[in-house]
């Protein structure tokens, strides 16, 4: 058997009706022209042949009695492709907007947690304004996985299983590994349970003189630059240089509808101006949305006299580690939405992000990716479920305004069971407080970037978007006019 860690365990028991814990992503797909309504068939096939090399796609979650301890994976040893692969005509001729509509009615809906944590929908009936390779159709694929089956990286190399560098690629087949499914008895399930609780106890102790002394060093650093502002001394005396974010409209509790909109921005761009700013393409993602934050919040008379706070995940995962699970730490960096001057946002946000990469940075190999946790599992579905009924997100002052995440992917062409992979959009979490999520995903040359929101939180998504592309024009304003 193989336990869930502490910390996939936990997207698990945060999830409730009005808050999924997958993610996803969006594709364009280009097929010849009349193969579009096969696709769904030739899908099925092709992962069929890949579940060797993907077994996240095979396993489904089993629980133990009163949620004393971490549920775990239990492998399937047949998987329905019918159950997990959906075929959809949407009302032709369908554009973007009605594609993300209808994406953003899936991603709200819970994933069947008696079968693998992951699903895909093939969309076809999609009009003429997106009918731009000449002699192909070209289709769309949606697809979802659990939050706890893989974090955003894990994401990236379960791709890389199923994905191809041609259109015609044949892989040997992987070898068979062999994988009991049948279903474990209680005592040998709590044994095992107990095993890896204990096995994490004694990592955990090996650990601790380590983050004892980032802790100190990060504490040590924070005083020493001065930057908890006085007015927030009392709230942070605990956590020095942590100060609570403004409340914004993305700041709510949320409901179980959702909103979707992307954007997509040339790579190459995004390098050169990089490069000539001395800064990295994540600086500049992060200015994007900084002056974006600031349009959109400037328009609907909510723009806070501070900084906005982004929650950014940090990888934890060791280079060459390609497993599923979550590695990830949460760090926070302001973004300076109350300047009103793109140069000296941008001069802020290169200073942030230096603070901010110097403390991630200490983290690898510090923090652990797994810890003893009996009773974790039912204190986090206790503790969401009382944060949901009592609407803590709407009386609680925020620690971040947003979520922002960067994933780097492949710059080559990919192929999926034949078809050419146009476009690779990601589609992330909102929960309570944060409702407004923003991932950025570069592929092939362009930088996609997916906004997620529940309406409560966003309520102009087309606005936004715009907002993302004013603020792109903005950045570029910046660039040296001999560039």
Same mark, same amino acid.
């Not at 069947?112 to 076809?124: A, E, G, I, K, Y």
């Not at 089956?149 to 068979?176: E, F, M, T, W, Y």
């Not at 006299?305 to 730490?329: C, E």
């Given at each position: ?52 090399? &993907? ?22 040893? =047949? ?69 706890? &089956? ?27 590994? =062999? ?40 504490? =040590? ?13 009392? &709230? ?120 901010? =990469? ?14 003893? &946790? ?110």
């Amino acid at each position: 058997m193989k336990s869930l860690s502490t910390i996939d365990s936990a997207f698990l028991f945060m999830e409730r009706p009005e808050m999924p814990m997958h993610v996803g992503s969006v594709h364009l797909l280009s097929v010849p022209k009349g193969q579009g309504r096969g696709f769904a068939e030739r899908l099925r096939k092709h992962l069929r042949e890949r579940l060797e090399l &993907a077994p996240a796609l095979t396993r489904i979650v089993q629980f133990l009695p009163l949620n004393v301890l971490t549920p775990y994976w239990q492998h399937a040893d =047949k998987v329905d492709m019918k159950q997990q692969v959906l075929h959809e005509r949407l009302s032709a001729p369908a554009d973007l907007e009605t594609l993300h509509a209808r994406v953003a009615s899936l991603h709200a809906e819970l994933l069947d947690r008696s079968l693998p944590l992951w699903q895909m929908v093939v969309f076809t009936g999609l009009g003429k304004s997106l009918q731009t390779v000449p002699g192909h159709e070209v289709i769309a694929l949606y697809s979802k996985v659990h939050h706890a &089956a893989v974090d955003g990286q894990g994401a990236v190399a379960l791709a890389n299983a199923i994905l191809d560098l041609s259109p015609d690629a044949k892989r040997d087949p992987a070898p068979k590994t =062999k994988r009991s499914s049948v279903k474990l008895g209680l005592a040998e399930a709590l044994t095992g349970a107990l095993s890896h609780q204990l096995a994490q106890a004694v990592d955990l102790a090996k650990r601790v003189p380590d983050a004892w002394q980032l802790f100190r060093n990060q504490s =040590k650093s924070a005083r020493t630059e001065g930057k908890t502002p006085k007015a927030d001394s009392k &709230a942070t005396s605990a956590m020095p240089g942590l100060s609570l974010a403004p409340r914004t409209p993305f700041n709510a509790s949320i409901t179980a509808e959702r909103c979707f909109g992307s954007l997509d921005l040339p790579l190459p761009a995004l390098k050169l101006f990089s490069k000539l700013h001395g800064a990295s393409i994540n600086d500049a993602v992060l200015a994007i949305v900084t002056g974006a934050m600031r349009r959109y919040l400037k328009r609907a008379k909510a723009l806070p006299k501070k900084s906005l706070v982004a929650a950014i995940p940090v990888s934890l995962r060791a280079s060459g580690d390609a497993s599923a699970n979550n590695q990830v730490a949460m760090t926070l960096m302001d973004l300076p939405t109350h300047l009103a001057q793109a140069d000296k946002r941008f001069a802020a946000i290169l200073a942030n992000s230096a603070r901010m =990469k110097s403390g991630a940075t200490g983290m690898k190999g510090v923090l652990p990716t797994d810890f003893p &946790a009996i009773g974790w599992p039912w204190l986090v579905k206790s503790l969401t479920q009382l944060y949901s009924k009592q609407k803590l997100a709407d009386r609680l002052p925020p620690i971040a305004n947003l979520v922002v995440s960067n994933v780097p992917g492949p710059q080559v062409p990919l192929y999926l069971a034949g078809a050419a992979m146009l476009s690779y959009v990601p589609v992330s979490i909102v929960t309570h407080g944060l409702g407004l999520n923003v991932t950025v995903q570069s592929y092939n040359g362009r930088v996609h970037v997916g906004l997620l929101a529940s309406p409560e939180a966003v309520s102009d998504m087309g606005g936004l978007v715009a907002d993302f592309e004013a603020a792109w024009l903005e950045l570029q304003s910046l660039m040296p006019r001999s560039a």
